[in-house]
C-alpha cells in the first residue's frame, strides 16, 4: 500500500505494533484534535473594549483597549495630511465605530476620522490630520484596570515652546480676574513680602514684554532678553524686575484618573481644578508667574513634568495631588520632599511606590522614554536642593495646617520620581485623602478648594521672603 511507508515512519521505538489500521486510526484521531485545537484559534479575532481620546495642546492621544495584543502598521500620506493605520487581527465592531463621534471640532490635531474594514480581518482607520505631525504607535500590557491598550500619541512637527505658551497664557495685567480672587492674609511681623516689596513695572511694560506668539516664541525672548542684559549693565534701577517662575503640577491626568472618591470623584479633576485656583491667586502678584505642567485632562509622563520645569528654569516646583489609603479613615493633608535615604515612614514609601507608577497607568511608549531621567536626576540631586525643599515644604505645610488637620506634623521625604529635579526646590501635597468620605467632600467644595490655594500662596511667600531666590540670566 502507497500509505504504509508513511504508517510505518510513525512508528515509535518500544511500542506494540496492532497493525496498520491501527496506526491509521490513531493519526485520524491526531489530525482531528490538532485541528480542534488550532481552529478556533484560526478564528478568533480580538474585540475592541473602549475607545478614548485625549485632546491636548501638547498632544493628541488615542487609545484602543482591546482583550488580546494587536499588531498595527501606520503610514503618513500627504497633501492633504493623513495618517493611514491597518490593525491586524480585528474585525470592526460598535465600540471602534464610535470613534468616529468622539474626536472634538477643537482638537488641535485631528480633523476626522474614519474608520474600515479594509479586508478581512484588518480594519483600517484613516486620521485626516489638520497639520502634519510626528505619530508614535505603540502597545502597552494591561495595567491597573485596563487590558491591552493600543495607543496613538500624535505630537505636532514643531514641538510647544513651553516659555511662549507660559507667557501667552499668562496674564499678568489684567486688572480683572476671575472668581478665585480673594483676599490674602498679611504676612506675620518681620516678614518682608518679596513679591509687593519688589519693584513694581507699569502695565504698559509688563504688556509690551508679552511676545508675539505669531512670531518666533524662541527668537521674540533671545532678544528681550538681550535687551534685559543691556540696560541692566547700563545701570537704569528700577526698570527691571527679577520674575518668579513657579510651575504648578496637577497629578495624574488622562488615561492616568489617579485615585478615586467613594462618590466617584477623580483625584486628576479635583487636583487640576486647584491648581487653576492656585495659578491665578499666585498671579496677582505682577513679578511672579505660574506654568501648569498640564492644564486639561492629558497624561504628562512624570519625567517630563520635571524637564518643563527645567526649561523654564522654576524657581519652585510643586506637584498637587489628592490621593487614597486602603483605608477610609486615613485622613489629614501632607507635604512630601525627595528623599535620598529611604522614606520616612512606611506610608510615605508606600505613596511614593504608589504616584511612581503613573507612567504605567498612564502609558509612555518605552522605545522613545527617556529610561536615564529617573536615576539621572536621582543622582544629580544635591543636599542643598533637598534643604531648600524641606524649607518650602514646612512653610506650605505650616499654612495648610490652619484649614486642615495634618495627617503628620512635619514634612515627609520618600523617593517621588516627580520630585527630582536637582536644581529646583520641589514638594509634593497632598490635600486631603479622596478616599475619606468627609474629606472627599471637602475636595468637591469650591471654599475648601480656594482655602488650600490661599494657604500653599501664602506659604510660597513666606518662603521666598526668608530665602530670596537666587539671580539668573532670565530679567523682565
Known sequence: MPSTPQ?????????????????????????????????????????????????????????????????????????????????????????????????????????????????????????????????????????????????????????????????EKGDWSSDGKDAAKTEMAP????????????????????????????AEPRAELKEQLKTAESQAKSDKPGKLVRMLTVVLDPGHGGEDPGASGKNGSREKDIVLAIAKRLKAKIEEFPNMRVMLTRDGDYFVPLGTRVEKARKVQADLFVSIHADAFVQASARGSSVFVLSEKGATSTAARWLADKENLADTIGGVNVKSHDRQLASVLFDLSTTAQINDSMKLGRSVLGEIGGINRLHKGSVEQAGFAVLKAPDIPSILIETAFISNPEEEAKLLDDGYQNQMADAIVKGIRRYFAKNPPLAKNRLT
Do not use: C
Open 7 to 167: 504508517i510505518r515512519s510513525q512508528h515509535v521505538s518500544g511500542q506494540a505494533d496492532s497493525g496498520p489500521v491501527s496506526r491509521r486510526t490513531v493519526l485520524k484521531a491526531g489530525a482531528t484534535l490538532l485541528l480542534s485545537v488550532v481552529a478556533p484559534m484560526r478564528a478568533y479575532a480580538a474585540q475592541i473594549l473602549a475607545v478614548r481620546v485625549w485632546p491636548a495642546e501638547d498632544y493628541t492621544r488615542v487609545t484602543l483597549e482591546n482583550d488580546a495584543v494587536l499588531k498595527a502598521t501606520h503610514f503618513i500620506v500627504k497633501d492633504p495630511e493623513r495618517m493611514v493605520v491597518d490593525i491586524e487581527g480585528l474585525e470592526l465592531n460598535p465600540t471602534l465605530k464610535s470613534l468616529v463621534a468622539k474626536i472634538q471640532s477643537n482638537d488641535p490635531y485631528i480633523k476626522q476620522v474614519r474608520v474600515g474594514q479594509n479586508r478581512p480581518n484588518v480594519v483600517r482607520l484613516v486620521f485626516d490630520l489638520k497639520e502634519e505631525i510626528t505619530p508614535q504607535v505603540f502597545t502597552l500590557p494591561p495595567a491597573g484596570s485596563y487590558k491591552h491598550r493600543l495607543i496613538f500619541d500624535l505630537y505636532p512637527v514643531k514641538a510647544v515652546d513651553p516659555i511662549a505658551a507660559m507667557i
Open 187 to 214: 504676612l506675620k511681623p518681620g516678614e518682608a513680602d518679596v513679591a509687593a516689596a519688589a519693584p513694581q513695572p507699569p502695565k504698559e511694560q509688563l504688556e509690551a514684554l508679552k511676545p508675539d506668539l505669531k
